[in-house]
Every structure is written in structure tokens, then in C-alpha cells.
């Protein structure tokens, strides 16, 4: 069997970005207000998992570390079909960077037990900075490809992939146990059906707080965040519009020097 784990971050929704406040004192994101939702990219890397159980014998692990309410979406990838699900859920978590993050997961997996494959978004809608998957697999100590945007060869214990480049892309071949971020073009992810909802339903959620994972509080949430965030600003974006009249070549001129004067030329 192919033990896969899918790391999947509940983010605010971001049809509703404009109702994401930051606190003033922890310069972190107050998810409170705004429904959180599966990160997308993290439906790309379930449906991966999904894909693969439908040709071999594949266990799916979905994994989160969030608020209580992040269990909604632990259930919806139990409803999509994953086998089992965890969160991470404890105060002493909050407000981790990527690295105290990939940390906590990396102990959450460990306490799992059984992986062959990890997979994760390239980026998570909020924060994305790109760094929790390559963390996890360095504090694991196994390999890790980004970017993923085509599974070649999946053998039970060595990967070939396509990872995205600019112009392009490489041919990866990887010894498993490894870490695998994926873009979006990777797949489509399927969305829920009525019998996936009905079949979660009792499939338990294993919740595990800081004392299930056994390090000390100095290791995670904002303790543990070797980076602080010291100002969270939100920018005021305005856009202006400006007639520019004459003719096609004067228009033209009026238009170089412009973007002359602004430094775009
Ligand atoms: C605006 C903003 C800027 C930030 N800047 C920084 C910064 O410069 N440095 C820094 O260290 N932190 C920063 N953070 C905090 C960082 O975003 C959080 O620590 C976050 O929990 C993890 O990083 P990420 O969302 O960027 O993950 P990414 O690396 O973008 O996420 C990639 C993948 O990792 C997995 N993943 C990430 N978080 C979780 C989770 N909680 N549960 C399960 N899987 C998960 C998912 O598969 C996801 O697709 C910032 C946060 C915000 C909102």
C-alpha cells in the first residue's frame, strides 16, 4: 500500500478578502470574520491523491494544522475521499510562521506514522510563501520537487514528475519517501458529491494538541517563529483614469512620455 499524506491549510476565503482585518498586536490575520475554505491549490493536491487511489491500493492521510473550525475542511477532503483525517489544533500553534508551521506538521506526521508521499499546494491563497512544503521535507530529512505540474511515473518507491520552470519545465526523478508541491496545472480538482458527504460522515476527525506531539510550547506558533512579522499594512490600491485627446500619434507621444515621467520607460 502507498501511504499518502495531503497537507491541506484552511485560508479565508478569498472571495471574501476584503473582510480580512489584521490584529494590531499579533500583526497576524484574524480569521474569525471570514469563512475559511480549502486553499486551492490544496484541492489540486487532494484530487493528485485522489487520482492514484483510483489505480492503485492507496491510503489517503489529510492533514491540517488551525482553528477549530478547520475541521470543515478536514471533512470535506474525508467527503472527497480521503481514509483519515488530522488537525493540529491547540493555542499554542497560532500565529506560527511558515517555518514553526512546517515544524508542527512535520511532528504531526511523524505521529502518523506511515508515509511514502506528502503532498502539498506550491502556496497557500494567504501567506504564500512558498516555503512550508520544502521546510517539511528538510526537517524530515527527505527529498522534496516543487512546482509539480505532471505526475510521469508513480512507482511504489520512485517518482518521476515534471516540475514547472518559467520556459518550461524539469524531469525529476525522485526516491520516495518524498515531498511534492503542486500547481494548478496539475489536474482539475472534482468537486463533492451527495454520497461522499454521506459517507464522511462517520469518519472521525483525530485532533491532536501540543501535548499529543510531545515538544515543548518554545517550538511552535509564534514562539517558535524565527521570523516576526513587525508591520502588517494593508495598501490603499487607487486606479485613475486620465482621457488622453488628439490625435493617434499624438496620443502615442502624450503616452511614451508618461510612462517616461512615472520611470515604466
Ligand atoms: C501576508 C502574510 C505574510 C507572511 N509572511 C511571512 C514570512 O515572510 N515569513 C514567514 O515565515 N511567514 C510568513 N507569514 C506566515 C505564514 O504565512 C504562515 O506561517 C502560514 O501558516 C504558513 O505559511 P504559508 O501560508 O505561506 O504556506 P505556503 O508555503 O505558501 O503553503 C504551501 C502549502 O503548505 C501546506 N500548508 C501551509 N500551511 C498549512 C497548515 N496550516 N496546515 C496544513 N498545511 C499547510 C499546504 O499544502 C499549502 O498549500 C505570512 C502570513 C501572511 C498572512
Known amino acids: 500500500m502507498l501511504n499518502i499524506i495531503v497537507c491541506v491549510k484552511a485560508v479565508p476565503d478569498p472571495k471574501e478578502a476584503c473582510n480580512i482585518k489584521i490584529d494590531p498586536h ?43 473550525e478547520a475541521g470543515n475542511i478536514v471533512k470535506e477532503c474525508l467527503a472527497l475521499g480521503a481514509d483519515q483525517g488530522f488537525l493540529l489544533c491547540d493555542p499554542a500553534f497560532g500565529g506560527a510562521d511558515a517555518y514553526a508551521t512546517a515544524f508542527t506538521l512535520a511532528k504531526g506526521i511523524e505521529k502518523i506514522g506511515a508515509y511514502d508521499v506528502i503532498i502539498c499546494g506550491m502556496a497557500s491563497s494567504d501567506g504564500s510563501t512558498e516555503w512550508v512544503g520544502p521546510e517539511i521535507a528538510a526537517i524530515l530529512n527527505i527529498p522534496v520537487v516543487t ?13 518521476k514528475v515534471k516540475a514547472s520552470l518559467e520556459n518550461g519545465y524539469r524531469l525529476m526523478q525522485v526516491k520516495l519517501p518524498a515531498v511534492f508541491t503542486v500547481t494548478r496545472d496539475l489536474n482539475t480538482p472534482r468537486t463533492l458529491s451527495f454520497s461522499g458527504i454521506i459517507k464522511a460522515r462517520t469518519k472521525e476527525i483525530t485532533r491532536w494538541a501540543i501535548s499529543d506531539l510531545g515538544v515543548p510550547a518554545e517550538a511552535v506558533g509564534l514562539k517558535g517563529s524565527p521570523t516576526i512579522v513587525s508591520e502588517l499594512s494593508s495598501t490603499e490600491s487607487k486606479r485613475e483614469a486620465e482621457i488622453i ?11 511614451v512620455q508618461k510612462l517616461a515621467d512615472v520611470g515604466v520607460l
Open 147 to 159: 512546482m509539480v505540474k505532471e505526475i510521469v511515473e508513480s512507482d511504489r518507491d520512485r517518482w
Open 26 to 68: 499579533s500583526k497576524t490575520l484574524m480569521r474569525c470574520d471570514v469563512p475559511l475554505v480549502v486553499n486551492p491549490l490544496d484541492k489540486n493536491a487532494m484530487e493528485a491523491a485522489l487520482q492514484l487511489k483510483e489505480q492503485f491500493d492507496v491510503h489517503i492521510s489529510v492533514l491540517s494544522m488551525g482553528p477549530p
Open 245 to 255: 485627446a488628439g490625435t493617434r500619434e499624438e496620443k502615442a507621444e502624450f503616452l
